[in-house]
């Protein structure tokens, strides 16, 4: 594909120089170009990607794309845009050749519940007997390939990539946990989604977007890219979400558990036949049994939006309950650590005030005897939200153990005090260092007690002053239960 292919519809502001070279990769990052590449400068938070077009030139690259006039003296050519970011997305959707228009793509927004609620339509899609890619926080599954994700959505230009190779690879349906952050940078754009999901909204990323309207704008743009055919599943308990009625072109699905559901949860078990939860889904067509391993009353929403996809494509009543029946609890996501110990242990990834809130009382619901969390926040993020969730461990747990979680640039301890400033109630000890904080936490536990680890999930590292070190709350957790039974 030329250059002048590839900006084909595209809307610029000026173009020079030479635009019938072809172009045998797109770059965001100079460190990646080779000779024959288009170096896109993309302004960063903190990099500025036209800093390094020199760098891109030298590298063999025969075109750049850029938000400012520049004067190149040079055979490269040239092309001025509004904005570069969102250019990215339409050059690298052309030039892997609009893979998502090849493929039924579901898209997953929320605070909470995107990675739960991926993977369960996942497994009910694979259960309808179809191909499945899926990208999220967990994992980057493209058909054969199964990568570690390193970030919720990936940037558009490895985004499309990894569409093109689900297309290559015969996947029908890709699922795509789509962050507040990828819409508002636009990574999705150019994307031809079939359905598009909001499971819930909550407090997060005020750091990013400034305010809760800002935040909600965000994520509501996942619904800009649906057409009049396609699908909008809601979360209809959540007002908010519900105010999307009013401007979506599209169809629209309702899952709940009060009035005015399409999908309506009802009778409830938390104790079902599996050991999880078993309830019945009221649809148009009758209802769906949902017998599932998963527990807590966050995953009757997460197999409710589940369902609400499913529904949209028109898969069977049948199908869908044997689907939520094989449904594999996500790794992270309230995972119970079992070592033979008396006590409960759960690991989960809730790093929100309400995530926090529903953990620990969904927990309440399993312990008969005291709650013990032990939980931090993360640094360079939303500070607010530290004293809040410092307030709501404080008043629903026995007792709490403040410790860190990824500092990143910021001293623990500073940010455990902005936690503490929440806590009204004197049941907490704080512990910078996170490995001793669970060890505390698994010697403080009796029988009957709960132990939760909150905040990390399935991360595998700890991300201090910009480097990231091996760290798994599961495996230290593991580790210090077995220490604990053999004394």
Known sequence: MTIAELLRGLKVIRVKGPLERKIKGIAYDSRHVKDGYLFVAVKGFSVDGHAYINDAINRGCVGVV??????LQNKTAFIEVDDSRKTLAFLSSAFYKEPSKKLSLIGITGTNGKTTTSYITRDILETWGRKVGLLGTINYVTGKKVL????????????QRYLREMVDNEVEYAVLEVSSHALALQ???????????????SRDHLDFHGSMQEYFKAK??????????DYAVLNWDVPLIRSLKERLNCNLITCGLGKGSMLKGEDIEQNGTHGGLSFKIQT????????????????????LMSVGVSYALGISKET?????RKAKPVEGRFEKIEEGQKFLCIVDYAHTEEALRNLIREARLLTKGKIITVFGCGGDRD?????????????????????????????????????????????????????????????????GDT?????????NYQEIKGVRYPFSDKEVLKEEIKKRLAV
């Open 66 to 71: 850029v938000e400012k006039t520049l004067d």
């Open 220 to 229: 509501s743009t996942l619904f800009n890219y649906l057409g009049k055919d």
């Open 451 to 459: 132990l939760l680890i909150a905040g990390k999930g399935h991360e």
């Open 148 to 159: 570690k994700a390193t970030r919720t959505t990936p940037e558009s230009l490895d985004l």
């Open 320 to 324: 869908i309950a044997e689907g939520i």
């Open 187 to 201: 990574r999705v754009e150019s994307c031809s989604f079939k359905v598009a999901v909001f499971t819930n909204f």
């Open 284 to 303: 148009p067509e009758g209802r769906v049994k949902a017998d599932s391993v998963f527990i807590g009353g966050n995953n009757v929403y997460n197999i």
């Open 383 to 447: 500070r607010g939200k530290r004293p809040e969730m410092g307030a709501a461990a404080s008043e629903l747990s026995d007792f709490v153990i403040i410790t860190s979680d990824n500092p990143r640039t910021e001293e623990s301890m500073e940010i455990i005090q902005e936690i503490i400033e929440g806590v009204f109630k004197d049941n907490y000890m704080a512990e910078p260092d996170r490995a001793k904080a669970i060890k505390e936490g698994v010697s403080m536990a009796k029988s």
